[in-house]
């Protein structure tokens, strides 16, 4: 782990800035702030320790999340991004972990504006992905090259990743961290994001069950 007032590890994409503790409604972490030294973003590791006292070592449970203003900030039940955060900080302060919150990733990587106007093509019927490709923006640009960054910093090569998502395990991967499990995050299902999740399942590779919130359809 890197000290404050450092200068950033050579190679690292991130450039460790400050480290405090912050009383939250899931429990007291630490919160260490990074800069990302390719995007620019300041983001922030929100840590747990293990049962034990111990600080998360290799095989911690690590949700690695990008900010969603719309769905955690203003509630929005057009995604679940907001549950899943919640669910994740729930999930540490028991288990020990680390929760990686990456900026500048909002819609999946194009911006407010831009997810804002794929929600606006979605009243007229388009699915997240072709709202997206309808705006000529990628279905998902997202780069998890900082959160590998931030993870090395704290000193984990291997992880118990939350997330429904195998495209973020590879891409994890290709940083150089090792995915013991994937473990499924399902929360927030809704009757308004119920056609959401089924895109992710079906045309983005995600690992939900079947007829997800078929109940909320009716
Ligand atoms: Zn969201």
């Known amino acids: 782990m890197t000290d404050a007032l450092t200068s950033p590890t050579p190679g690292s994409p991130v450039q460790f800035e400050v480290s405090t503790r912050v009383p939250t409604v899931h429990g007291t972490f630490e ?19 293990m049962p034990d006292g111990a600080a998360p070592t290799d095989g911690a449970l690590v949700r690695v999340h990008s900010e969603c203003l719309t769905g955690e900030a203003f509630g929005s039940l057009k995604c679940e991004c907001g549950p899943q955060l919640d ?51 990628p279905a998902d640009s997202r780069e998890y090259g900082g959160a590998a960054g931030i993870l090395g910093d704290l000193g984990l090569r291997s992880v118990r990743l939350l997330s429904n998502n195998p495209e973020k395990q590879r891409q994890l991967e290709e940083h150089g961290i090792i995915v013991t499990e994937l473990v499924p995050l399902v929360v927030g299902v809704s009757a308004q994001n119920s056609g959401y999740l089924d895109t992710k399942r079906e045309r983005m590779g995600h690992v939900l069950p079947e007829r997800l919130g078929a109940e909320t359809r009716r």
């Open 87 to 137: 669910a994740a900080l729930d999930a540490i302060a028991v288990d020990g972990g680390v929760v990686v919150y990456l900026r500048g990733q909002e819609g999946r990587g194009i911006g407010l504006i831009n997810k804002l106007k794929a929600y606006r093509l979605q009243e007229d019927g388009l699915d997240t992905l072709d709202a997206n490709l309808a705006l000529g923006l």
């Open 31 to 49: 919160m260490r702030a990074y800069r990302d030294l390719v995007t620019g973003a300041e983001h922030v590791a929100i840590i747990a320790p």
